[in-house]
């Protein structure tokens, strides 16, 4: 399967993005997938995680009432609306999708996009 991830950009503190990211096989219908991020010279990290039916999330705690997953199964995409964004936020953000229904653990993230970068600055 193969992940296209978009929406990535500058913006300023306070500022909001949306990230999407299209799966090319329907076979993602029933995986579990996920928004991570790494900044420079830092680990990736998990940012937020999506069951297969959408039906459960997980948000990292520096995220938490600020940042929101979604999908979309009819077209096998994901979402991330960024709000209120922060400079802490700058990274590189990555979509996958995970082998397991809902993961947040990333060793059973196994399909990984190319990565958006998003800049929050003044």
């Known amino acids: 399967v193969q992940l296209q991830a978009c929406g990535g950009g500058l913006v300023q503190p306070g500022g909001s993005l949306r990230l999407s990211c299209a799966a090319s096989?329907?076979?993602?219908?029933?995986?579990?997938m996920g928004w991570f991020r790494q900044a420079p010279g830092k680990e990736r990290e998990i940012v937020a995680a999506?069951?297969?039916?959408?039906?459960?999330?997980n948000y990292a705690d520096s995220v938490k009432g600020r940042f929101t997953i979604s999908r979309d199964r009819s077209k096998n995409t994901i979402y991330l609306q960024m709000n209120n964004l922060k400079p802490e936020d700058t990274a590189v953000y990555y979509c996958?999708?995970?082998?397991?229904?809902?993961?947040?653990?990333?060793?059973?993230?196994?399909?990984w996009g190319q990565g958006t970068q998003v800049t929050v600055s003044s």
């Open positions: 096989a329907r076979t993602v219908s029933n995986n579990g």
């Open positions: 999506i069951s297969w039916n959408g039906g459960l999330t």
């Open positions: 996958a999708v995970s082998r397991m229904a809902m993961s947040t653990s990333r060793t059973t993230y196994t399909a």
